[in-house]
């Protein structure tokens, strides 16, 4: 095991009715003046806008909204709420959504804090960030974790880029979970959000880091948790119980909980990522239509470790750890599948890409070869390139 340090201040308040106390927690937390930043509209229409609003007019907390956020969140649109925020003399920041509302909050509210250095020297770690504004949320979806993680993803549209801030000022104060307001998701974004919890427990799990028995325990109950609860969600879209597991376990697996003590990876998020900059793929789908190209690539750096994921989650027994750990591979991606989800970029909405397309998206995932992309198997241009021609069809 690896030393480490371990900080998720969030307060969680969990469970049926939870929204109504939201006026009171923005209160606890010290916010007089809220921008409430959402989405598309699902919050419109499921009356939580109203009902939240209503929340803070009981508290007499003054309160504006910026709603339109888009999946993938711009940073031009973060901008624009930070000159929102400063009109409006906002000293609070309130999501309601998922991880595009939330991730667009904690910019505003970086942004908001520090009005005269640009958001994205920020977020590209050119200027330091010493302070921020407090951030709350009502979850609306169970995938990103943003609730509860350090880490927030802006696509940059003029560069192309689509880049996560890791810092603690990332740690919103508190995440109002109602599982009930999930139960109002497209089965398509249940299906990406199974996809990106997995995801966030996986990117940490393969890992070379040894003696971590507590923490691969907890990422495997997790992911045993997530792919039984997950099949009940996707088929029962009604189902609380299972819509319960999936959004604590959606918090969990990117709280930093599942991969303490070891070294991380990440490489599917960082393809995935590439191809949502560049065509808007949504997350989840970017994530399983990466995942099993990049395993099939790497899992010869210790097959022993793929094998024991897939006695552990998939319930596999196979004394060879090759073919285990192929095994593994292929349950995941046949679970992927049950789920509707896409496994390869062919299935992707955009269909099978050319080679000077997918030479693109290494390229910017390695900046043009000049650092490498994660641990397990250290990833160059070349690499992410052969992992994304494998996963163009298959
Ligand atoms: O925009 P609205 O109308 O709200 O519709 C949303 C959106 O179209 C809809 N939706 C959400 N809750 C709903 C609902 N529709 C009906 N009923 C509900 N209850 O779902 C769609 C997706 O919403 P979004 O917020 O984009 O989903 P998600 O939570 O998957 O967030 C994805 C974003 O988070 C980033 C991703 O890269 C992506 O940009 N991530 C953020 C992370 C973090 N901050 O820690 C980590 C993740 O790895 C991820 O990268
Ligand atoms: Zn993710």
Redesign the pocket.
Known sequence: MQNFTYYAPTEVIFGEGTESRTGEEVKKWGGSRVLLVYGGGSVKRSGLLQQVEEALDKEQIAWTEYGGVKPNPRLSFAEKGVKKALEFGADFLLALGGGSAIDTAKAIAHGTANPDTNLWDIWTGKEPLEKSLPVGVVLTISA??SEMSDSAVLTNETTGRKQGLSTPFNRVKFAVMDPRLTLTLPKYQVACGIV?IM??TLDRYFTHTKGNEMTDEIAEALLRTVIRNGTKAYENPGDYAAASELMWCGSLS?NGLTGLGAEKDFAP?KIGHELSAKYDVA?GAS?SAVWEAWALYVYREEPERFARYAQKVWGINCTDPIEAAEQGIRATAAYFKSLDMPVCIGELEIGVRAEEELLDMAKRCTGNDSFTVAKFKVLHQEDVLEILRMANHR
Do not use: V
Request: avoid cysteine; charge should be negative.
């Open positions: 990103a974790g990106d995801m966030h990117h998020h997350h994530l």
